[in-house]
C-alpha cells in the first residue's frame, strides 16, 4: 500500500497519541516514587530511594505480595488445566449443547465483578465453611480462576480453530494413541496460545480487587493493601513505589513472552509440516 506523507504523519501522530494516553499515567507514578516528600506535587522538589526500602520492610506488604503471587500462579495453573481441557472439547468434538457451554463458559467475563464476587461469597459462607473449607488462599484461587479460565480458553480455542484436525487424524491413523498425538501434535500447536492465555490470566488475577475482596476473607492480597492504604498520605509514597516494582515485575513475563514466540512458531510449522519462510 503506498502512503502519501499525510497519511504517514497522521499515522504517527495517532501512534503517539495512543502511547502517552497509554503510558503517561505510569511514568507519573514511577517519577512520584522517587519523590522525597510525602505530598505528591509538581514538580518534584528532592529525589529519594527511600520509599523502596520502607516498603521491603514492611511485612503486611510483604506477605500481601506474595499471597498475591501465589494466587495469581495457583489461578493461572487452574485455568491453564481447566481452560485447554474446555477448548479441546467444544473444538474438537461433537456433541449436545455445545453451543451452549461454549457461551456458559465465556460468561463469567461478561459479568460485573461484584455479582461474581457476592455470589462467590454466599457460596462459601453458606456451602464450603459448612464442611471445614474458610475464607483463604483456596477460596480466592477459585475467585479468580472463574474469570481466568476464560481468557485462556478463548486464547487456545482461537488457535485450534486455526489448526487443521487432519493432522490429529494423521497421527491417530499411524498408530499414535490418545497421549502421543496431544503431546507431539496439538500441544506444539497451542504452545504460544496458552503462554498467552497464561500471561493475561496471571496479569488478571495477580491486580484483581473487586472478587478478591469477597473471597479473601482477612486476608490481604497486594491490590487490597493498596486499597486499604490508599486513604493513608504517609503511606502514599510507598504504595508509588510499589507500583513502580510491580511495574517492572511485569515486564519480564511479556518480554519472555516475545522472546518465545518466534521460536515457539518455527516449532509448531515443524511440527504440522508447514514449511517456514
Same mark, same amino acid.
Given at each position: 500500500m503506498v502512503e502519501g506523507p499525510l497519511t504517514r504523519w497522521l499515522l504517527r501522530a495517532g501512534t503517539a497519541f495512543v502511547l502517552v494516553? /497509554?503510558?503517561?499515567? *505510569?511514568? /507519573?507514578? &514511577?517519577?512520584?516514587a522517587f519523590n522525597g516528600s510525602v505530598v505528591q506535587s509538581w514538580p518534584i522538589q528532592s529525589w529519594t530511594l527511600k520509599w523502596f526500602g520502607e516498603a521491603f520492610r514492611d511485612e503486611t506488604l510483604r506477605d500481601a505480595f506474595l499471597l498475591s503471587i501465589k494466587a495469581a500462579v495457583l489461578a493461572t495453573f487452574v485455568a491453564l488445566l481447566l481452560g485447554t481441557v474446555l477448548s479441546l472439547a467444544v473444538a474438537r468434538y461433537t456433541f449436545f449443547g455445545r453451543q451452549t457451554v461454549s457461551f456458559l463458559v465465556v460468561l463469567p467475563i461478561a459479568l460485573p465483578g461484584i455479582v461474581t464476587g457476592i455470589a462467590l461469597n454466599a457460596t462459601i459462607d453458606t456451602v464450603l465453611e459448612p464442611v471445614g473449607i474458610g475464607f483463604g488462599l483456596f477460596t480466592i484461587? +477459585?475467585?479468580?480462576? !472463574?474469570?481466568?479460565? +476464560? #481468557?485462556?480458553?478463548?486464547? #487456545?480455542?482461537a488457535r485450534l480453530r486455526r489448526t487443521s484436525a487432519s493432522f490429529e487424524e494423521a497421527s491417530s491413523d499411524l498408530g499414535g494413541d490418545t497421549w502421543q498425538t496431544f503431546r507431539l501434535i496439538t500441544l506444539p500447536a497451542l504452545r504460544t496460545a496458552m503462554l498467552a492465555g497464561g500471561l493475561l490470566a496471571f496479569g488478571l488475577s495477580f491486580d484483581e480487587i473487586v472478587v478478591t475482596i469477597f473471597t479473601a476473607g482477612a486476608d490481604q492480597t497486594l491490590p487490597i493493601w493498596?486499597?486499604?492504604? *490508599?486513604?493513608?498520605?504517609?503511606?502514599?509514597?510507598? /504504595?508509588? =513505589? +510499589? =507500583? *513502580?516494582?510491580?511495574?517492572? /515485575?511485569?515486564?519480564?513475563?511479556?518480554?519472555? @513472552?516475545?522472546?518465545?514466540? &518466534?521460536? #515457539?512458531?518455527?516449532?509448531?510449522?515443524? !511440527? #504440522?509440516? +508447514? @514449511?517456514?519462510?
Amino acid at each position: 500500500m503506498v502512503e502519501g506523507p499525510l497519511t504517514r504523519w497522521l499515522l504517527r501522530a495517532g501512534t503517539a497519541f495512543v502511547l502517552v494516553f /497509554i503510558y503517561f499515567p *505510569l511514568v /507519573i507514578i &514511577g517519577l512520584y516514587a522517587f519523590n522525597g516528600s510525602v505530598v505528591q506535587s509538581w514538580p518534584i522538589q528532592s529525589w529519594t530511594l527511600k520509599w523502596f526500602g520502607e516498603a521491603f520492610r514492611d511485612e503486611t506488604l510483604r506477605d500481601a505480595f506474595l499471597l498475591s503471587i501465589k494466587a495469581a500462579v495457583l489461578a493461572t495453573f487452574v485455568a491453564l488445566l481447566l481452560g485447554t481441557v474446555l477448548s479441546l472439547a467444544v473444538a474438537r468434538y461433537t456433541f449436545f449443547g455445545r453451543q451452549t457451554v461454549s457461551f456458559l463458559v465465556v460468561l463469567p467475563i461478561a459479568l460485573p465483578g461484584i455479582v461474581t464476587g457476592i455470589a462467590l461469597n454466599a457460596t462459601i459462607d453458606t456451602v464450603l465453611e459448612p464442611v471445614g473449607i474458610g475464607f483463604g488462599l483456596f477460596t480466592i484461587v +477459585v475467585g479468580h480462576a !472463574t474469570f481466568c479460565i +476464560v #481468557v485462556v480458553y478463548n486464547n #487456545v480455542i482461537a488457535r485450534l480453530r486455526r489448526t487443521s484436525a487432519s493432522f490429529e487424524e494423521a497421527s491417530s491413523d499411524l498408530g499414535g494413541d490418545t497421549w502421543q498425538t496431544f503431546r507431539l501434535i496439538t500441544l506444539p500447536a497451542l504452545r504460544t496460545a496458552m503462554l498467552a492465555g497464561g500471561l493475561l490470566a496471571f496479569g488478571l488475577s495477580f491486580d484483581e480487587i473487586v472478587v478478591t475482596i469477597f473471597t479473601a476473607g482477612a486476608d490481604q492480597t497486594l491490590p487490597i493493601w493498596i486499597y486499604q492504604n *490508599l486513604a493513608r498520605p504517609n503511606q502514599l509514597p510507598i /504504595i508509588n =513505589a +510499589v =507500583a *513502580l516494582i510491580v511495574i517492572l /515485575i511485569s515486564l519480564v513475563p511479556v518480554w519472555a @513472552a516475545q522472546k518465545l514466540a &518466534g521460536s #515457539v512458531e518455527g516449532d509448531e510449522a515443524r !511440527t #504440522v509440516g +508447514v @514449511a517456514e519462510p
